[in-house]
């Protein structure tokens, strides 16, 4: 058991890890694991005993450090925020809030969501229908280049953009341009449990070229250039504010309970279709059609 008391020899500034755990009103569990990850590391360890002990003026940041845990924010962020200086530090605090509010407003919304299911307020092919106007187009046959990937929904949003990037620019530069809008592809469920896989289209020109430039690539982001045959296309559109479960769900349900009812039968997996720019759009304008290819 380590030493409650200042260790001897010219260091009686120095708290043991005891004391310092009394002073900040932390465990000694937790001190030895802030060590570990390089946020609080003692300012003295005996290199004999292996004891720690720590400098007073440390105890400002280890409450600090225990305070930020109490938002339930992940140590390395902590790391991030407590290695600023005064508004840098508050402006890190606040961006990770902002987060955290975002997650909260997205759950509460999927609370009304799961309430209105669980008291049996919808029927089975009854709204969210009405919320939505379901469409039918033919999708003519079309080459694409792709990127797939096993993914859970947190890293959903990051990993769409930034696959439509890579394989927009190939299109433009290496494949004779793009012919139509990107789409994702939801080969299986993508959520906190289930990764899919989830798979980036980009229609391009030259499935030639594409191939050439996948063939060039090797496996690097499990990329396929193909053709997509024709197809019968029916989808809901749905403004930017909508893109966040768990109001995308609900226009997936009604574009499923309007095939149902019309006695259509589906004929391959959803995807989301982005035919606008994303970045340039507000809320409230039309970004994405949900769909399900149907016969």
Do not use: N
Not at 210 to 234: C, F, I, M, N
Not at 240 to 261: G, H, L, M, N, S
């Amino acid at each position: 058991m380590e030493p409650l008391d200042a260790p001897p020899g010219g260091r009686d500034r120095l708290l043991s890890i005891g004391a310092f755990a009394r002073r900040t009103r932390l465990s000694a569990k937790a001190l030895r694991l802030y060590d570990r990850q390089g946020l609080l590391p003692p300012a003295h360890v005996d290199e004999v005993t292996g004891y720690r002990y720590y400098r007073p003026e440390q105890v400002e940041r280890a409450r600090l450090v225990a305070l930020l845990r109490r938002l339930d924010m992940p140590l390395a962020e902590i790391a991030a925020v407590v290695g600023l200086d005064g508004a840098a530090a508050a402006e890190a605090l606040d961006g990770y809030w902002a987060g955290v509010e975002e997650r909260l407003a997205a759950q509460r919304t999927l609370v009304d969501y799961l309430r209105d299911r669980l008291s049996h307020r919808r029927t089975p092919l009854s709204a969210p229908q009405g919320k939505f106007e379901i469409r039918i187009v033919d999708v003519p046959e079309t080459a694409v280049v792709s990127e797939k990937r096993h993914l859970l929904s947190d890293d959903l949003p990051l990993w769409i953009g930034a696959a439509f990037g890579r394989l927009e620019e190939a299109a433009r530069q290496l494949c004779g341009g793009l012919t139509g809008s990107p789409f994702v592809i939801y080969h299986s469920e993508v959520t906190e449990d289930s990764d899919g896989p989830a798979e980036a289209c980009v229609p391009v020109a030259d499935l030639a070229a594409a191939r050439a430039w996948v063939a060039e690539q090797g496996r690097r982001w499990d990329l396929t250039a193909r053709v997509e045959p024709a197809y019968r296309l029916a989808y809901a559109r749905i403004v930017k504010a909508q893109v966040v479960y768990p109001q995308i769900i609900t226009a997936f349900d009604a574009v499923e309970e309007w095939i149902a009812r019309e006695g259509l039968t589906l004929a391959g997996p959803c995807r989301e279709v982005y035919f606008a720019d994303w970045d340039a759009s507000g809320p409230e304008d039309e970004v994405c059609d949900v769909a399900f290819p149907v016969r």
